[in-house]
């Protein structure tokens, strides 16, 4: 059984900055696409950000390019959010997925893995 669990989240003013941290632990980990999507209150979960097996390639929405990068230490069985230049819309809930169909999925039906979240706010 997978399990994912997410930390890092909390209150940050505009402009700051804050990295999530996602452990994995009961499954091959290192083998799997991994990704962040994140829920604001009211709203659809939507993709963030993917990255691949090895680390080698990432994929990041419109939204957030340059300002947040995905990463990943397969030897801690981890991967992170590192956002930066945080803005007040970026508030959600940001959940980690696990063991994407494709090498860096996009959508919610890509993963079979999710965490229980961490809530992000970014106030004015």
């Known amino acids: 059984q997978v399990q994912l669990v997410e930390s890092g989240g909390g209150l940050v003013q505009a402009g700051g900055s804050l990295r999530l941290s996602c452990a994995a632990s009961?499954?091959?980990?290192?083998?799997?696409?991994m990704g962040w999507f994140r829920q604001a209150p009211g709203k659809e979960r939507e993709f963030v950000a993917a990255?691949?097996?090895?680390?080698?390639?990432?994929s990041h929405t419109d939204s957030v390019k340059g300002r947040f990068a995905v990463s990943r230490d397969n030897a801690k069985n981890t991967v992170y959010l590192q956002m930066n230049s945080l803005k007040p819309e970026d508030t959600a809930v940001y959940y980690c997925?696990?063991?994407?169909?494709?090498?860096?999925?996009?959508?919610?039906?890509?993963?079979?893995?999710w965490g229980q979240g961490t809530h992000v706010t970014v106030s004015a």
């Open positions: 997925a696990a063991a994407s169909r494709r090498p860096l999925g996009t959508v919610f039906g890509d993963y079979a893995y």
């Open positions: 990255i691949n097996w090895s680390g080698s390639a990432t």
């Open positions: 009961g499954g091959t980990f290192s083998a799997s696409g």
